[in-house]
């Protein structure tokens, strides 16, 4: 089992630039691949972006391609994401999850263990 905390979320405005974290403990850390989704008000929760257990690997939704970047550090059991450009419609609460075994990244289905989210909102 692994317990994730996600922090780094806050109220900002258009255009500004976050910087959100999950910190992982329990199993190893560099052994499985990293996500980070968002649900938005009222919307179902959506993919943004997924990150190898080497770190090797990146992917991310279209929606946010350009602007957003997945990272993760081993030594310190942590994942990030680094938003910038930020804008209104990227308000939500953001997850970050592990996945074990599938290579399934985009979908919620594949992770198996998931943080209690951090809000990230963003005024026009």
């Known amino acids: 089992q692994v317990q994730l905390v996600e922090s780094g979320g806050g109220l900002v405005q258009a255009g500004d630039s976050l910087r959100l974290s999950c910190a992982a403990s329990?199993?190893?850390?560099?052994?499985?691949?990293m996500g980070w989704f968002r649900q938005a008000a009222g919307k179902e929760r959506e993919f943004v972006a997924a990150?190898?257990?080497?770190?090797?690997?990146?992917y991310y939704a279209d929606s946010v391609k350009g602007r957003i970047t997945i990272s993760r550090d081993n030594a310190k059991n942590t994942v990030y994401l680094q938003m910038n450009s930020l804008k209104p419609e990227d308000t939500a609460v953001y997850y970050c999850?592990?996945?074990?075994?599938?290579?399934?990244?985009?979908?919620?289905?594949?992770?198996?263990?998931w943080g209690q989210g951090t809000q990230v909102t963003v005024s026009s």
């Open positions: 999850a592990v996945r074990y075994y599938s290579e399934n990244y985009s979908m919620r289905t594949a992770y198996d263990y």
């Open positions: 329990g199993r190893t850390f560099s052994s499985y691949g």
């Open positions: 990150i190898s257990s080497s770190g090797g690997k990146t």
